[in-house]
């Protein structure tokens, strides 16, 4: 579409979110014009750092789109794309004698900055979408939109926002929440007093940065009344953000694949960088491990590529019944007056460096380990800090820099073929390898466990570590290790509740609810090192336990400094219970008790005044200190005074005194608050620097936990300890079992035990053979599955196993290869 301005539309290249009734001549004039726009680009072979995402509900490319265009969201134009009138109060329009209201156009500005989210206005007790962003919110949420002056509009709740946003995240939205920033009493005393309210976006939210107070329902449930609870969409275990980049050398005809993931809930980071053939089997197995709800891109990625995450994509969210939608956006990463796109590797890590420079602290051990990382993962890291910068998250435990290649290697078919993760039914865990060994009790520690199972060991130190763990966990009568196992259960999430404090967007309430825990955790510990030192064998179990404790002292210091009752309500201005170390907020809060002084020593005067002496203020719809009048009495009332409510009895009045200290006293409250506000955000700091200590100790507890659930899989009938042998190639079983079928089966006996016989100086191959239906997948693919457990470091099905350590698992399934999805 062209106004007349000569410029082009937005709707061209991204969603316009706000939108009016327009005439019909205009709407078929854009309809032709849009047939005759189009676009095309071009792969290309060079490193490109302007990052897309992937998408599964709209298409950017015109028809015929290229395999992957389904993923890509429209709401993430190019630069160069110039604003319509729609979004553009400024630009001449035919349509120019209708009048934005100031709400309107103060929401047409904060549009211009943030086309690509779904913006939630705070108005008063509500918050308010407009345009296209309310018929959007109105078919997620299922609530009604009708026009208001010039735009649709609908709106929610308040107390219903963590709710909302969630609901509409889930369905791979990007919303921005924009808050009022003044208050009514400070903005009556400025000079702006007649203007609009100020109003900025505080937070934005897609499905890998769901971290902050307004979307997190850990102190929020239990104010939901009814069912209403199930609403609540529920955090995914994991919420990786992945971003890819390719780098194709001619020389070596060979492309390099850049991968890094973060998971801003946690503060976790994984990163590789490998060779791939045209199958993309290398990449398709670390997106599977992964399994990340929000992925970026280069804008010229390979057509291999694309098929691969399309399907990948297509696979997760048609086979699970709540949406699951990879996130994504047109991103221009590095656009500026002076980057121009680039189309050299090197080029791209000089740039891509400069941004970490300038994140990390200069002479950092982050910062040298980022220089000495390979060039496509570098090229992923720095976009990927541009990305979480927008979100207020790029304070994230970056620092901390972990690799994804350690452990057995199991490659993407074979997690799909073993049903490791996911069965291959309907996508769910239930039959998999994972919900066998998946006892857990803590989020954190059902995290760890999938990682796990991803990732067998292949140190036999470490693996014995584990068993033996797990054996004194089984065999053990001591109440030790059942008061530790009680220790984990209703426990909240502390790995996201301590990361959502380090990024200082933790409420009152989860702050007490995360502190609380850590804190009770170690008292209850420290009181048990007696019995752990004395009674526990495991070296793994007593390292961990014994380290906690000591880790976990901090948490004590935080907590003593709060008053409970405000922070499980979340009153700042009360919350510190020592006002001492926060001089600001103690000289406030004199003044504001000197005001109160006042007005309580001026009934003195009133009831001379009226002549009652037993007179005293109420308090009325939020409206204190007033002077309540019989009807009858009314006349012995002063002139000056004045009546702010009345009824059929009594009349409610306020003295010139009161109404000049009362209108202090509102201002000195709201200071206060913003005092409380700022004081808060610096207590949020100081917890931060603990945050590393804290995190170690959470780790420990989630070990703690993993191994535990290792021990209930070991309670089941028939397992034993498998012998692990450090320079013996061999696999002997004996009276081996499927684990899940075996599970699944339950008591009914029916799955008949085998055995194998494997040696690396021996017989090396089984060829099995028999009737359809008769079990040899399953025989083939409880071997396997054996192997795995063991080398996690579980119990095994089996009345006897003595196994060597394997590199890897490699299946090919040609029933499954002849029929493609």
């Keep these: 579409m062209t106004g007349d301005n000569g410029q082009r539309s937005d709707h061209t290249q991204q969603q316009t979110i706000l939108t ?23 792969g290309s072979s060079k490193q490109v750092v302007y990052l897309v995402s992937l998408h599964v509900i709209h298409s950017w490319y015109p028809p015929p789109p290229p395999p992957f ?24 329009s035919r349509r120019a004698k209708s009048v934005y209201t100031p709400l309107e ?11 690509d989210a779904l913006l939630a206005v705070e108005c008063g007790y509500k918050y308010r979408f407009f345009g296209d962003d309310a018929e959007i919110a109105a078919k997620e949420l299922n609530i009604v939109c009708h026009l208001d002056h010039n735009f649709m509009t609908c709106s929610i709740p308040t107390h219903r926002l963590f709710v909302h946003v969630r ?3 889930s369905h791979g939205h990007k919303v921005g929440v924009v808050k009022q920033t003044e208050t009514s009493a400070i903005k009556a005393s400025g000079a702006n007093r007649n203007a609009l309210f100020t109003r900025e976006l505080t937070a934005l939210y897609t499905k890998s940065t769901l971290v902050g107070e307004d979307v997190n329902p850990v102190c929020r449930l239990g104010d939901v009344e009814g069912g209403a609870c199930a609403d609540v969409v529920s955090d995914p275990p994991d919420s990786f953000l992945l971003c890819i980049s390719e780098t194709w050398d001619k020389l070596k005809k060979q492309l390099t694949v850049g991968l890094v993931a973060v998971q801003p809930s946690t503060g976790d980071i994984l990163l590789d960088c490998f060779p791939d053939g045209s199958s993309r089997s290398e990449l398709e197995t670390r997106v599977l491990k992964i399994n990340p709800v929000e992925i970026l891109v280069p804008s010229d990625l390979s057509e291999p590529t694309q098929r691969l995450l399309q399907s990948i994509t297509n696979a997760r969210y048609s086979t699970v019944r709540h949406s699951d939608r990879c996130r994504a956006s047109l991103m221009p990463v590095f656009e500026t007056a002076v980057l121009k796109p ?76 073993l049903e490791i993760l996911s069965n291959q039914t309907d996508g769910a865990v239930k039959g998999s390898l994972l919900w066998v060994l998946d006892h857990t009790r803590t989020p954190f520690g059902r995290r760890l466990m999938r990682k796990w199972v991803s990732q067998p060991l292949m ?73 752990i030192q004395s009674q526990i064998r495991s070296v793994l179990l007593r390292r961990l336990l014994l380290d906690t404790p000591h880790l976990l002292a901090p948490a004590h210091n935080f907590l003593k400094v709060l008053n409970e009752k405000a922070a499980k309500s979340g009153n700042k201005s009360e919350l510190f219970s020592d006002l001492s170390g926060f001089p600001a907020l103690q000289e406030r809060t004199e003044q504001i008790q000197t005001v109160l002084s006042a007005i309580r020593d001026h009934r003195k005067e009133i009831r001379l005044t009226l002549k009652a002496p037993a007179l005293d203020y109420t308090t009325v719809s939020g409206q204190e200190f007033l002077i309540e009048v019989k009807n009858s009495l009314s006349s012995v009332v002063p002139s000056d005074w004045v009546k702010i409510s009345s009824t059929k009895t009594v009349g409610r009045y306020h003295s010139p005194f009161l109404v000049d200290q009362y209108k202090k006293l509102q201002q000195l409250r709201e ?128 009345s006897e196993a003595r196994l060597g350590i394997l590199d890897g698992i490699y299946t090919r399934y040609e029933d499954m290869n002849m029929f493609p999805n």
């Design 342 to 417: 680039m189309s050299d590797v090197t080029e791209c890590v000089c740039v891509c460096v400069c941004v970490c420079v300038c994140f990390f602290s200069p002479g950092s051990h982050s910062l040298s380990a980022v220089v000495s990382l390979d060039s496509p993962v570098i090229c992923c890291l720095g976009p990927l800090i541009q990305y979480l910068q927008e979100f207020n998250l790029d304070s994230s435990s970056l620092r901390r820099l972990s690799c994804e290649s350690e452990g057995m290697t199991l490659s993407a078919a074979t997690l799909r073929n």
């Design 167 to 169: 609901r509409l995240v």
């Design 105 to 115: 156009q103060q929401v047409i500005q904060l549009k211009q900055k943030h086309k």
């Design 671 to 798: 200071q206060l608050h913003v005092d409380s506000q700022r004081e808060w955000t610096g207590f949020l700091d100081q917890f931060g620097e603990q945050y590393h200590t804290m995190k170690r100790a959470i780790s420990h507890l989630a070990t703690v936990d993993c191994l535990f659930s290792l021990a209930e899989v070991a309670k089941q009938g028939d397992y034993c300890r498998p012998t692990v042998c450090e320079n013996e190639l061999q696999i002997w079983i004996r009276d081996g079992r499927h684990p899940s079928i075996d599970l699944l089966m339950g008591e009914q006996n029916q799955y008949v035990p085998n055995h194998t016989e494997l040696q690396g100086d021996g017989r090396r191959t089984m060829i099995i053979t028999g009737p359809n239906m008769g079990g040899k997948s399953s025989y083939i693919r409880q071997v396997a599955l054996i192997c795995v457990m063991a080398q996690v470091g579980s119990y095994v099905p089996a």
């Design 20 to 42: 009016r009734v327009q005439l019909k001549e205009e709407e078929d004039e854009e309809e032709e014009e849009e047939e005759e726009e189009g676009f095309s680009e071009k």
């Design 69 to 92: 265009s389904q993923f890509v969201n429209p709401g993430g134009g190019k630069k160069g794309a110039e604003a319509s009138p729609l979004t553009d109060s400024s630009a001449p």
């Design 459 to 531: 140190d036999p130190r470490s693996i014995c570590d584990r068993q033996d763990a797990v054996q004194e966990t089984l065999e053990s009568h001591s109440l030790t290790l059942n008061s530790i196992r009680s220790l984990l259960c209703h426990l909240p999430d502390l790995e996201r509740g301590i990361c959502s404090i380090y990024h200082k967007k933790s409420s009152t309430q989860e702050f007490y609810l995360i502190c609380s825990s850590l804190s009770h955790l170690a008292v209850e510990l420290e009181a048990l090192l007696p019995a």
